[in-house]
């Protein structure tokens, strides 16, 4: 069952906008994780957010929680050609990790 | 120099064969998990272990086995059984059950 979505499904922007992705979920979570994974490569764990913390910060990264709409998001700040690649959220659900099916986002130069 | 390894990166089987994806951490991380992704899609948990000699099934299990006979070592068995196993195939570990999580490069599988 699917529990975190994200929206849009693609994104394309120019180096040095922001990009802001969105992560919605159905049901009461301890965590929730972003992950980014390059084109054909394993997934690399960006940040993790509690259920009890609203915003939380790592260099160009901004990820904000509200447990009140079941929703999440992921800022990237002054981005890079380096930042494309494709974004994961994935929320705990008690005995499981469940991802979404992803932003992909393409910066161009 | 600690990590996740997965091996072969590339992996052509044909009908009615099973084969192994092998998957070694050396993180001293409890848990580990099989996930498989299909193109466009997210990540489909298959099996997961949270301790040595104990494995648990995730959502799509069925046509597959592991084992956890080491703490570094979650070999994934793809049987004759999965009616579909062309997909990419990533390992992962992590230091609590579902927490941050390490992951592998993946294995691509394709049956012929």
């Known amino acids: 069952s699917q529990q975190g979505e994200e929206d849009p499904q693609a994104l394309s922007i120019q180096e040095g906008e922001n990009a802001t992705m969105n992560c919605s979920y159905k049901?009461?979570?301890?965590?929730l994780q972003w992950y980014r994974q390059n084109s054909g490569r394993g997934l690399v764990h960006l940040i993790l957010?509690?259920?009890?913390?609203r915003e939380k910060h790592s260099g160009r990264l901004r990820v904000t929680l509200d447990t009140s709409k079941k929703s999440s998001s992921l800022l990237i700040t002054a981005s890079r050609a380096a930042d494309t690649a494709s974004y994961f959220c994935?929320?705990?659900?008690?005995?499981?990790?469940?991802f979404g099916t992803g932003t992909r986002l393409q910066v161009f130069p | 120099d600690g990590g996740i390894t997965q091996s072969p990166k590339y992996l052509f089987r044909k009908e009615g064969q099973n084969v192994t994806l092998s998957c070694e951490q050396n993180?001293?991380?409890?848990?580990m998990y099989w996930y498989r992704q299909d193109p466009g899609q997210g990540l489909r948990l298959i099996y997961y272990?949270?301790?040595?000699?104990?494995?648990q099934k995730g959502d799509i299990a069925e046509g597959y086995s592991v084992s956890r006979e080491k703490k570094e070592s979650f070999p994934l068995t793809v049987t004759s059984a999965q009616k579909n196993p062309t997909a990419f195939y990533l390992c992962?570990?992590?230091?609590?059950?579902?927490?941050?999580?390490?992951f592998g490069p993946g294995t691509r599988l394709t049956v012929l």
């Open positions: 992962a570990s992590s230091i609590i059950i579902f927490d941050e999580q390490f």
């Open positions: 049901t009461s979570i301890n965590n």
């Open positions: 957010i509690r259920s009890n913390e």
């Open positions: 994935a929320t705990d659900n008690t005995d499981k990790l469940i």
């Open positions: 993180l001293n991380h409890d848990a």
């Open positions: 272990s949270q301790i040595v000699n104990d494995f």
